[in-house]
């Protein structure tokens, strides 16, 4: 069946980098545009980035244009976020998530169980 | 920048009753892009509704969503037990963008 699983969380120090990866399995990796977003502890969900199916295009909210990058590696269904310069207000469970009709202009599913990054000195 | 506001904050109401909530765009959403989530404590989003009111695979037909332009409902017609957590809605027609949730609990 259709699976995401995230991993490369943990607590890590004002500033300093943490890479997330998202491995996918059960449907076309490939053929699908892929989101992270995040959801800070007893909050909403925000949108942090998005990756086309083959990588060429990336979009990223404004909270962490510059700092963080979202990459793919199709040769192995997985899905990157490199977070650099991380804040204290970065702290928050991160999902990956597919974009359910493929492209830009879809709804979010199936996502992944979430990888908590903590940001604290 | 669309911003969706969810109301109530919190909606209590008793398993067999029926829920309607509220989503409402700062502008008009192209194309009915908007979907609805649910959230149980400890778990990720599910999808329930996308296009505003197909209804994702496996989701009960007692889960319906409706709306356009600015304006967008989620009603459950009879609660069950499982269906209390909080629920979001999204829009994708101008980036992307969540409601900040509703909170259906148990009265």
């Known amino acids: 069946q259709v699976q995401l699983v995230e991993s490369g969380g943990g607590v890590v120090q004002p500033g300093r980098s943490l890479r997330l990866s998202c491995a996918a399995s059960?449907?076309?990796?490939?053929?699908?545009?892929m989101h992270w977003v995040r959801q800070g502890p007893g909050k909403g969900l925000e949108w942090v980035a998005v990756i086309s199916y083959d990588g060429s295009n990336k979009y990223y909210a404004d909270s962490v244009k510059g700092r963080f990058t979202i990459s793919r590696d199709n040769s192995k269904n997985t899905l990157y976020l490199q977070m650099n310069s991380l804040r204290a207000e970065d702290t928050a469970v991160y999902y990956c998530?597919?974009?359910?009709?493929?492209?830009?202009?879809?709804?979010?599913?199936?996502w992944g169980q979430g990888t908590l990054v903590t940001v604290s000195s | 920048e669309i911003v969706l506001t969810q109301s109530p904050g919190t909606l209590s109401l008793s398993p067999g009753e029926r829920a309607t909530l509220s989503c409402r765009a700062s502008?008009?959403?192209?194309?009915?892009?908007l979907a609805w989530y649910q959230q149980k404590p400890g778990q990720a989003p599910r999808l329930l509704i996308y296009?505003?009111?197909s209804r994702a695979t496996g989701i009960p037909d007692r889960f319906s969503g409706s709306g356009s332009g600015t304006d967008f409902a989620l009603t459950i017609s009879r609660l069950e037990p499982e269906d209390f957590a909080v629920y979001y809605c999204q829009q994708y027609g101008s980036a992307y963008s969540f409601g900040q949730g509703t909170k259906l609990e148990i009265k």
């Open positions: 998530a597919t974009a359910g009709g493929g492209g830009y202009r879809s709804w979010f599913d199936p």
């Open positions: 059960g449907f076309t990796f490939s053929g699908s545009g």
């Open positions: 296009g505003a009111s």
């Open positions: 502008q008009s959403i192209s194309s009915s892009f």
